[in-house]
């Protein structure tokens, strides 16, 4: 079974800061995904990727299989951001399932 | 709009009655699964379904039941539900084995058993 690792599981920086968050997992995976929670509890799907790097606004995920390693960037942080970020490996095996391991989160606070 | 639609959002019961859990996804997903969150666990799978009358159990399949006889729906049933069911459970659908595409998650559901 895989294991999901996240660090830091909580960080605190202020507005305009660059973050990083990373994820490192300990078995081969199909795929990464990285997950935001807001407060009030709605998972909203940020990226999905299984090799390279992904940009969308000023969220970068990278992924590097070789070492199990996955980061996601935020550039120019802003309050909005705060939320939890999760990581989670996406295996499919022999049958065609799609489990997903879940990292336990990183919670973000950005103060003004 | 192309969403996962779970109901209801909060939801008190009292432990053995029977509750049912919905899930709706208006995307024809082939893949349904459900998850719950708990504090210091995070998210944990409790059934997926690769198909109308495919399910299977996930991580943590214990006092859950599932049933896919429509494409669009998947819900979770609690024959009788205990206090350690007591959490907050999300609903997710994508499209079948292209894992090149992301997960759509429901608001969620905040169930309280006492």
């Known amino acids: 079974k895989n294991e999901v690792e996240q660090s830091p599981q909580n960080l605190t920086a202020q507005e305009g800061e660059f973050i990083t968050i990373n994820c490192s997992y300990s078995?081969?995976?199909?795929?990464l995904h990285w997950l935001q929670q807001h407060p009030g509890g709605g998972i909203v799907s940020l990226f999905m990727l299984s090799s390279g790097k992904k940009k969308h606004g000023r969220l970068i995920a990278t992924i590097n299989i070789q070492e199990k390693h996955s980061s996601l960037h935020i550039t120019a942080s802003h309050p909005r951001d705060s939320a939890v970020y999760i990581c989670?490996?996406?295996?499919?095996?022999?049958?065609?399932?799609?489990?997903?391991?879940f990292g336990k989160g990183t919670h973000l606070i950005i103060q003004p | 709009e192309a969403q996962v639609t779970q109901n209801p959002r909060y939801l008190i019961t009292v432990t053995g009655k029977k509750l049912t859990v919905t899930c709706s996804q208006n995307m024809n997903h082939e893949y349904m699964s459900w998850y719950r969150q708990d504090p210091g666990l995070g998210l944990r799978q409790i059934y997926y379904s690769m198909n109308v009358e495919v399910t299977d159990k996930g991580d943590v399949p214990e006092g859950y039941k599932v049933s896919r006889k429509e494409k669009r729906n998947f819900p979770l049933i609690l024959e009788s539900p205990s206090p350690n069911q007591t959490s907050l459970y999300f609903c997710a659908s994508k499209k079948r084995l292209w894992f090149y595409y992301g997960y759509t998650f429901g608001s969620g559901t905040r169930l309280t058993v006492v």
């Open positions: 989670a490996a996406s295996m499919v095996s022999g049958g065609g399932a799609d489990g997903l391991t």
């Open positions: 078995v081969g995976i199909s795929a």
